[in-house]
């Protein structure tokens, strides 16, 4: 209990949809009538579920309803969920951006947040004088960006240019000079989103580094926000998961990215079910446990499960293909290959990949059913199968931004 | 009870808000921050040019010699025994530093809000920023009005302040302060509601002339005698004529006419307050 440094409690965001036009005037007398009379808000009764799919019936929605947790000291939180789950509105509301409509946010400490960093760039301004105006507004005071200054252009790896105005830098030195700046923050807890999908491979590498750091060497605080399952199972010591506005999950790490991967499917079928067809029925995407999933991701162990008929109950084969998003050809899984075919009238056919080898983006496959070894069936483009970036090697670790295609490997020595 | 367990937490983050929270303790946590902000309006303003600093003083001084030029000149306007030029460069020095108090201010929260949608810092530091870096323009323009002070009595004009001189500083803070209450009122209502802004850079180049800049408030009574309550009760005019009264000793004068400055620019800072105040927290919504 007493090492709860950040505790939220009840705390709702309602939004207004639509424009801001001479309804809001209207809106805001009706609320101001209300409020000198003493009654409170007519509109945060209404307001409509975080939803962005279906059709809005209100004029108002609650981007965050409810929402309750407790953040102890030394801990890195990942907060994950779909876009417009509410995540960014719930960092927001922790760095004090903006405010929350109803209940409160306690906290014992500093908080700084590395919100899309470099904002607060003046371009104008040299690297240097924007190193201090930068951790000025993130905090700092003059003596603690002195005292770091070296640092923090050593980190950046922009030395050559500190005396040039922001303007002409690079975007990608940008970023490399704002994050090292707000790495270079000591606040009690660290608000992070997202930073991580700007640099280079080589860069993001250094950040990853520097998270891991901060989190686990200093024991500082940490909430992390990102689409980068990878990351978030590498560095976040637990998890809450976000839908609709709401905590639909809270706890261990993975478990909560099996939650979300496999709750995505419910709301939002991210893989094409295959075209039904005499040969075939039903295609799934399962993970090891069996349970379905709508993504999948880099390095986890995927089956795939077909549902066939056999009318002649015997020497039916299967083959599913993959191709990228330019349907280049990758890679296929034939079952005759290693020796299975199918001589029952109906069944379930698994295909097991031990390790997936893609790297995040969408795939599509083809489907095509053999029997005794002529093509009778071949469905193009049958499904579409999502990839989000996962830990392939158990390092946390994955080469390059490119796509790519990730094979089990290892590297040993002998010392001479 | 609620103080007990609040007492604790370092802060509480929660959607109602006092009508003043100035916080100074957290602006002087921020004061590194402020003086930085100071600088970079300073500095950055003139970045990339040749002239530079030179600029602060080109501006006011053909803004003086224009309107000798016209309302002197061809409009015959007489300023007592006081150089024309001398009078108009008082007029507009004065004039100067309300306007960009108030210009300043009137776009902070929409033109800031790109970096108060993603940090949190007190963002009362930005309007004060703006009206410190403001002072030391005003500084700057104070220093070329003086140096002609200087050159016309060289050259034997009879100017010379009066003994309301000492009123300078109040007269310097009501001009702040009147920049300031309206600027930070525009600015929050401009974050739902653009129509200010395109108010805005209209009225206040209009305002100037309602605020007896260019002539003496003596004159405006003259010649327009049925509009003589506009200048009589806009406190501008009354600050811009005190500010010349006691420089150069010429103009209209009344202990009625200083309260009713003071008293408007102090209720107006207020209201700018209240509404900035108000509007800080959630302004990143409607914006």
């Given amino acids: 209990m007493d090492n709860i440094i950040l505790k939220a409690e009840n705390i709702s965001k309602q939004y207004r949809l639509g424009v801001v036009g001479t309804g809001t005037l209207s809106h805001d007398i009706n609320r101001f009538w209300h409020k000198i009379r003493g009654k409170g808000d007519p509109y945060a009764k209404v307001g409509s579920v975080n939803d962005r799919s279906t059709e809005a019936s209100e004029e108002y929605v609650w981007a965050l309803k409810d929402i309750n947790f407790n953040v102890r000291k030394g801990e890195v939180l990942g907060i994950i969920g779909k876009n417009g789950a509410g995540k960014s509105t719930l960092l927001k509301l922790l760095s004090r951006v903006t405010g929350p409509t109803t209940g409160s946010i306690k906290t014992k400490g500093r908080i700084a947040s590395l919100l899309e960093v470099g904002t607060g760039f003046h371009p104008e301004l040299t690297g240097k004088e924007n190193i201090y105006l930068n951790g000025a507004i993130l905090g700092m005071s003059k003596k603690e960006v002195e005292d770091k200054f070296d640092e923090i252009v050593d980190f950046s790896g922009c030395k050559k240019y500190v005396n040039t105005p922001v303007k002409r830098y690079s975007s990608g030195m940008r970023v490399r000079l704002a994050f090292a700046v707000a790495a270079h923050l000591e606040p009690e807890i660290l608000v992070i989103d997202e930073v991580l999908a700007v640099g280079d491979a080589e860069f993001q590498k250094k950040a990853i580094g520097k998270m891991q750091d901060i989190s686990k060497g200093e024991g500082r605080t940490v909430l992390f926000v990102s689409h980068d399952m990878g990351a978030i199972q590498n560095l976040c010591t637990r998890l809450l998961v976000l839908e609709n506005g709401g905590v639909c999950f809270e706890g261990n790490v993975s478990e909560g990215v099996e939650y979300y991967l496999q709750n995505n499917k419910a709301k939002e079928l991210n893989y094409k079910n295959a075209a039904v067809t005499e040969g075939i029925s039903s295609v799934k995407f399962l993970n090891s446990d069996f349970q379905e999933i709508g993504m999948v991701l880099t390095g986890q162990k995927v089956i795939v499960q077909v549902d066939y008929n056999n009318p002649e109950q015997k020497d039916l084969s299967l083959s599913i293909g993959f191709f990228d998003g330019l349907s280049n050809f990758l890679f296929s899984c034939r079952s005759d290959i290693v020796n299975l075919t199918m001589n029952s009238r109906k069944g379930k056919a698994y295909l097991e990949i031990h390790k997936w080898p893609l790297s995040p983006g969408f795939y599509h496959y083809n489907l095509a059913v053999h029997f005794k070894s002529t093509m009778v069936e071949n469905i193009k483009e049958a499904g579409t199968v999502e990839t989000e970036k996962g830990d392939f090697y158990g390092t946390g670790k994955l080469p390059g931004k490119k796509k790519a295609f990730y094979i089990d490997y290892n590297w040993s020595e002998d010392v001479l | ?287």
Avoid: H
């Fill in chain 2, 1 to 287: 009870m609620n103080n007990k367990i609040s007492s604790d937490w370092l802060y509480e983050i929660t959607p109602n808000k006092k009508l003043i929270d100035l916080n100074l303790k957290e602006i002087w946590r921020y004061r590194d921050l402020l003086i930085l902000f100071v600088k970079r309006d300073i500095v950055t303003v003139y970045k990339q040019t040749i002239l530079g600093p030179l600029w602060f003083f080109i501006q006011p001084l053909f803004t003086s010699v224009i309107f000798t030029l016209v309302f002197n000149n061809v409009g015959g306007i007489a300023t007592g025994g006081v150089p024309n030029f001398l009078f108009n460069l008082a007029g507009i020095t004065a004039w100067n530093y309300f306007k960009s108090c108030l210009t300043g201010t009137s776009n902070i929260f929409r033109g800031n809000a790109s970096i108060f949608g993603k940090v949190y810092f007190p963002r009362a530091v930005m309007p004060l920023s703006i009206t410190i870096s403001n002072l030391m323009k005003f500084g700057i323009q104070l220093i070329i009005f003086i140096g002609f002070y200087v050159y016309y009595l060289f050259i034997g004009k009879e100017v010379a302040p009066n003994q309301n001189l000492v009123l300078f500083p109040v007269y310097v803070l009501m001009m702040a302060l009147m920049g300031l209450g309206f600027g930070m009122t525009i600015s929050a209502f401009t974050t739902k509601y653009r129509d200010l802004t395109v108010l805005v850079t209209f009225a206040v180049s209009l305002l100037m002339y309602v605020s007896a800049v260019p002539f003496p408030l003596s004159k405006a009574k003259e010649k327009l005698p049925e509009l003589e309550w506009v200048f009589e009760y806009n406190p501008i005019t009354q600050i811009i004529e005190g500010f010349r009264y006691m420089t150069i000793d010429y103009g209209t004068f009344t202990w009625g006419g200083f309260t009713y400055a003071l008293v408007f620019s102090v209720v107006i800072f207020l209201i700018g307050l209240i509404v900035f105040n108000r509007t800080e927290k959630n302004f990143i919504d409607t914006v």
